[in-house]
């Protein structure tokens, strides 16, 4: 996802998600990608390995409960029930409106609007039925980040980096990241509430001579 | 471009998983590329080798 905004393919995937992945013309983006995943590409995974034959899928699975927490405390949260900085900054923003409205556009597809903890996690398991099962075998792996490099270098048939696995976009890190993303929105959002406050505070003793 | 407005249904499509594909088709053309395609969910790839999770 964070691909999909810093390169602008907005309109690519709200355009796919209408079309249901139907007619689309795949390798204006993938020709220049050489791996995807999280969504909105994981939705469409089929599409892409009929396109590339030869590719290799990554399952990746967690805990469901420790998913469905995760998925709560930041996509469903920043983009379901959005901050007043993030509502500011999409009335004020065409990018972060459209950005918002295809990140909604996944979520309404993938979970048909319930994000409740036994709709979501549902979907989650039979998102991971459904892979392993029309997967063809040899093509897929099943992958738990906490397994670390060996099962995903054998698989991919690449030596192990001589670095600690990553520990990168948890929890604590998206959400600040969000704050920091929607600073802008909160400033013109209290700087508007504060003038208006003080606005009616001077007519108020101007005209009602109340103070 | 955006087909999905503000209604909740016309975001609402069939079962994602097993959305037909026989349109694309008319593109598949043995492309010899591979790509490493993640068909997991958002937020299961992103916790690491040794904490507990995100």
């Known amino acids: ?211 | 471009m955006n087909c999905g407005t503000t209604t909740t249904s016309t975001f609402i499509s069939t079962n994602s998983d097993n959305h037909q594909t026989d349109e694309n088709t008319s593109q598949i053309k043995n492309n010899e590329k591979t790509l490493i395609l993640g068909a997991g969910f958002a937020r299961t790839g992103t916790t690491s080798l040794n904490k507990e999770g995100s």
């Open chain 1, 1 to 211: 996802m964070l691909e999909v905004k810093k390169n602008d393919l907005v309109d690519f995937w709200e355009d796919t998600l209408c079309k249901d992945g139907k007619g689309v013309n795949w390798e204006i983006i993938f020709d220049k990608y050489s791996a995807t995943t999280d969504h909105p590409a994981c939705m469409f995974w089929q599409d892409l390995l009929k396109l590339y034959p030869t590719s290799k899928v990554i399952l990746t699975t967690r805990e469901p409960d420790k998913w469905y927490k995760s998925m709560a405390d930041t996509i469903i949260a920043s983009t379901i029930y959005p901050s007043i900085g993030q509502w500011v900054n999409n009335k004020i923003f065409n990018f972060e409106r459209r950005f918002q409205h295809m990140a909604k556009h996944i979520l309404i597809r993938q979970f048909e609007d319930n994000y409740t903890r036994d709709n979501m996690v549902k979907v989650f398991n039979n998102h991971i039925k459904s892979v392993k099962a029309l997967c063809p075998k040899e093509k897929l792996i099943k992958f738990e980040v906490k397994e670390g490099w060996k099962p995903l270098c054998d698989f991919l048939g690449k030596p192990i980096p001589d670095c600690e696995f990553p520990y990168e976009n948890n929890t604590k890190e998206m959400k600040n990241r969000l704050n920091r993303h929607n600073y802008l929105g909160n400033i013109i959002f209290y700087s508007v509430i504060s003038f208006s406050i003080c606005g009616l505070a001077w007519l108020a003793k101007k005209f009602l001579s109340i103070f």
